[in-house]
């Protein structure tokens, strides 16, 4: 009975959270030093405000979009280990899914230009992302 509670509770908190909280206040504290915030948490938070920010956000909207985003994210996120692969692979398979929506089939030369990479690698990208695709549609039999 007490752990039903508590669950209850939680989610008493967590709807408190997102109903109550107010984009468009202007008092936040500074997370990003707070010992009762895990060190990821703080780092996440951090990343995030400031890519707001360079988006055109002024401080206050930054400051409180960030903590929503951050909390969302740890309350689906939270107790699982996740991974997030460097910007370097991330960056690349980006690339390579906007060289899938540009392949024509018969421009290679042009996107190889376009990307700065071999005829050869163009051909391994767009293979390799033929079959993702194909998988998707056609999801295996046995």
Not at 42 to 64: C, P
Not at 97 to 107: A, L
Not at 109 to 117: P, S, T, V
Request: with cysteine.
């Amino acid at each position: 009975m007490a752990k039903d509670k508590d669950t209850q509770m939680e989610l008493d908190n967590s709807a408190f959270i997102d109903s109550s909280f107010d984009l468009n206040n202007e008092f936040i504290p500074d997370l990003t030093n707070s010992c009762a915030w895990p060190e990821l948490l703080q780092e996440l938070l951090g990343v995030i405000e400031q890519t707001l920010t360079t988006q055109g956000f002024n401080e206050a909207q930054s400051k409180s979009l960030s903590l929503k985003l951050t909390l969302s994210i740890s309350e689906h996120m939270g107790g699982i280990q996740v991974y997030f692969p460097r910007g370097d692979k991330l960056h690349k398979e980006i690339r390579d899914i906007e060289i899938w929506r540009n392949f024509k089939g018969h421009n290679i030369k042009q996107l190889a230009r376009q990307y700065h990479l071999t005829d050869k690698t163009i051909y391994e990208i767009t293979s390799r992302m033929r079959t993702l695709e194909s998988k998707q549609r056609q999801p295996e039999l046995f």
